[in-house]
């Protein structure tokens, strides 16, 4: 018997988030979910993480993806070594939810 959630897509999305932040032992300024037209999330250098509201409707293993990455920029402010390590001992098959992605940023770390 699968259980509805009585919280907004959008309610369930930033709990999740604030979840993996209290896992990565960060503490974002704020969660918003809005729209991001052409991307799923972004951290901003004040510690405003954005995540885009269609993220919502995503599978749970693509929504941790995107939350950990973006979280992540709380910790390493670009794509280097370690940030991908840690992407790696958190989301072992990362590379190829975002290869999947229809918003892939995949030549963006690439070129890091």
Request: with cysteine; glycine share 6%.
């Amino acid at each position: 018997m699968v259980v509805k959630s009585p919280l907004y897509p959008e309610q369930q999305l930033r709990r999740r988030a604030m979840g993996w932040a209290l896992k990565l032992k960060v503490n974002p300024e704020q969660v918003q979910i809005k729209p991001l037209p052409g991307k799923w999330g972004s951290c901003a250098p004040d510690g405003v993480v954005t995540l885009a509201d269609d993220l919502a409707t995503e599978a749970e293993g693509f929504q941790d993806y995107v939350i950990v990455h973006e979280l992540l920029h709380l910790r390493y402010r670009d794509h280097g070594r370690q940030f991908k390590a840690m992407m790696t001992a958190l989301v072992p098959n990362w590379r190829e939810l975002e290869s999947g992605s229809r918003h892939s940023t995949e030549r963006q770390i690439d070129a890091e």
